[in-house]
């Protein structure tokens, strides 16, 4: 079945810095990455997804990366603010969603 | 076009006893995915079903754990004499369509909060 590896599990930045998530999966046959954001208590929200027969797609300071070859895809955001701090997951499916471990980012004001 | 809604929020219950959680899909939506979280960790795939069908189980425990999606109402995950081990968040995901080999957007709801004393 699939996997999905995630890195950092921390990851912390200072505020209007970049920062970068990196997700491998082990299925090829996987066609959909979505990444989710999730606050301390709070439900996982959607922030982007892409499918296979894309290699990037971007919302305002949000980007996703696929790179199909190696199996790896990539969540970048630039310009950092505070309210961007949560547990970022990523996850890989052929039909349900199979997380990764998640990534706690914390950006300092 | 109200998310998806999950009840109870927060259940407390003691060893032995029966938990039942409940998730009504966004409306438009005929699949619901169940998710276990335990504390400090990932969300793991559990079940997934369509109206009175379970599509996948895969991730579902042998034991004590059943999930439906009846025709009317909504989709119910039950746990039997439930065991500390099985104190976690439950969260439930709709998602519109699904064509064969393809994966539409999950919406998760707000979760329930299950404690086992």
């Known amino acids: 079945g699939e996997n999905v590896e995630q890195h950092p599990s921390t990851l912390s930045v200072q505020e209007g810095d970049s920062a970068v998530i990196k997700c491998t999966y082990s299925d090829s046959a996987s066609n959909y990455f979505p990444w989710y954001k999730q606050e301390l208590g709070k439900r996982p929200q959607l922030i982007i997804d892409i499918r296979s027969n894309v290699g990037e797609k971007k919302d305002q300071r949000i980007a996703v990366t696929l790179n199909k070859t190696a199996k790896h895809f990539s969540l970048h955001i630039t310009e950092t603010q505070p309210e961007d701090s949560a547990v970022y997951f990523c996850?890989?499916?052929?039909?349900?969603?199979?997380f990764g471990k998640g990534t706690k980012l914390s950006v300092k004001p | 076009n109200a998310g998806v809604m999950q009840n109870p929020r927060h259940l407390v219950r003691r060893r032995g006893q029966e938990a039942r959680l409940r998730c009504s899909p966004m409306?438009?939506?005929?699949?619901v995915y169940w998710y276990r979280q335990l504390p400090e960790e990932g969300l793991k795939f559990m079940v997934y079903?369509?109206?009175?069908?379970?599509?996948?189980e895969s991730g579902m425990p042998k034991e004590r754990f059943s999930a439906e999606f009846p025709k009317e109402g909504p989709s119910i995950l039950r746990i039997q004499q439930v065991v500390r081990g099985d104190s976690a968040a439950y969260f439930c995901?709709?998602?519109?369509?699904?064509?064969?080999?393809?994966?539409?957007?999950?919406?998760f709801g707000p979760g329930t909060r299950l404690t086992v004393l």
């Open positions: 995901a709709s998602s519109p369509f699904l064509l064969a080999g393809d994966t539409d957007t999950q919406y």
């Open positions: 079903l369509q109206k009175e069908n379970i599509i996948d």
């Open positions: 996850a890989g499916s052929q039909g349900n969603l199979i």
């Open positions: 409306k438009g939506h005929s699949h």
